[in-house]
């Protein structure tokens, strides 16, 4: 039998002891028991109360391979405490054919074993939130005392030597101007491209987006409250909604606990805000719908143009168009803005003229086949090495059993082709593992074809996810100038084998009142 081991342990207070001792003990299991071991899954400090373990993942996922038909774990709480996902996972991987055995704790298939890995499984799910219940306890203790309970401190604070929070200067500078920004009028989308086209980063040094500005936007501790246990708790399922609240009776609320890097003033007319766009009707969340968003860019000073709309005239005809974002904010742009109509148009004719195209077909197919093989040829490289060590292995075993018939018999022949023998396995295995991984997909014109008729029929059927996808798959800028429109595709081929990968057009004199797409 071709078992695989998963170990695990789930806090950072353990070690990788933990881990050897539980592999040490199943391979003495499994030499008992004439199992081969033929892979090893680890996960580090990671909780069995939630599927979300690397390892774990990758072991479920490989299962279907046929590699292993068993999984040997030292204890069942080992896989998973919680019953849901205990019984889930079992029955994916029964339907793989892999069974689930634990070292520690024996069963066979009669009733009284279901009914005793259940009620052991009840008793881990038991221990695992009775534990977080304890460590709940510890860390409540902590937040009187408006000291960091672990995580990532917000942007704008770090954590101090005593565990209380302290200002980052570099760091409260973003948090006032996302504030400033959002209460003297300016939306999500405005904030987000003003920090990312300066050069401003979150705490993990990621471009913002539109939920970490909520995040901001929502925590009290900006203005000096220190806040603790806050969030929803997790579903069933693990996952926890961090925009719902708990009830105020669960929520450690301190005024003047912590350093304030805005004043409450401002945090009361953001959260005021914030509730009135919650509140306003489906017009207003009516919002259009800008194609070109993240791509096009203004000729004249480098920033980012966004989507305008605004009612203008004696009848309030509506007018939409993209806008350098630097224009409002610093006044030192003096670009004129663009029809959204007129622009896009231009991106969709260019797009179906340089690559939506019979002509473009062979071009592309050969490119994104030779990124497949490119990006294969790792794997490819890996299993000639496998296959020679194998080749190598198998004449060694071939050498000693020739050598034990013509009368050569030796202690140490018994112990080198057990040896030999696992190592053949385990080549096996891995060689199978790969290509089972390995069966590349070679593209057919065809399938380019079918590919761009569906973009096509996402512009008639105005689906716009889709062809925004789409666009910014095969559009890498489009660039504002005063008098004329540029256009950088990725790839396009025009005529013969030559590839173009720029377009131009003149800009017309005044904007024209926008269509519907």
Known sequence: MNAAIYARYSSDNQRDESIDAQIRAIEEYAKRNNISIVKIYTDKAKSATSDKRPDFQQMIADSSLGIFNAI?????????????????????????????????????????????????????EYYSKNLAREVMKGMKETAYQCKHTGGLAPLGYDVGADKKYIVNDNEAVIVKIIFDMYVTGHGYGSIVSYLNSNGYKTKIGKPFGKNSLHDILANEKYCGTYV??????????????????????????????????????????????????????????????????????????????????????????????????????????????????????????????????????????????????????????????????????????????????????????????????????????????????????????????????????FVEEKNIPECKKFIASYVNQVIVYKDRVAVTMKVFVDDGDDLHLFSSKKKPKRYNRASSF
């Open 72 to 124: 040997i774990v030292h204890k069942l709480d080992r896989f998973s405490r919680d019953k849901y996902d205990s019984v889930s996972y079992k029955r994916k991987l029964k339907r793989n054919g892999v069974r689930l055995i634990s070292v520690t704790e024996q069963f066979d298939d009669s009733p009284e074993s279901i009914i005793l890995e259940s009620l052991l499984e009840g008793m881990a």
């Open 228 to 457: 603790f246990n806050r969030s929803s708790s997790k579903d069933g399922f693990g996952k926890r909604n961090t925009h719902e609240d708990k009830d105020v009776s669960h929520v450690i609320r301190i005024p003047g606990g912590m350093p304030a890097i805005i004043s409450e003033e401002t945090f009361s007319k953001a959260k005021e805000k914030m509730k009135q766009n919650k509140r306003r009707p489906g017009s207003y969340k009516a919002k259009e719908n800008y194609l070109l968003s993240g791509l096009i860019f203004c000729g004249e000073c480098g920033h980012a143009m966004q989507g305008n709309s605004r009612l203008c005239g004696r009848n309030k005809s509506r007018y939409v168009t993209y806008r350098c974002g630097n224009k409002d904010r610093t006044k030192t742009c003096n670009n004129k803005e663009i029809s959204k109509e007129y622009i896009e148009t231009f991106v969709l004719t260019e797009l179906e003229k340089k690559v939506l195209n019979d002509k473009a077909v062979p071009y592309l197919v050969k490119r994104l086949n030779a990124h497949l093989i490119e990006k294969d040829e790792s794997t490819v490289a890996e299993l000639i090495h496998l296959n020679t060590v194998l080749t190598e292995t198998e004449k060694q075993i071939d050498n000693i059993v020739a050598a034990i018939s013509q009368g050569f018999v030796q202690d140490s022949f018994r112990e080198k082709m057990t040896e030999l023998e696992a190592n053949k396995t385990q080549l096996q295995v891995k060689i199978q593992e790969l290509h089972m991984k390995s069966k590349g997909k070679v593209l057919t014109e065809d399938e380019i074809r079918k590919l761009f008729s569906a973009f096509k029929s």
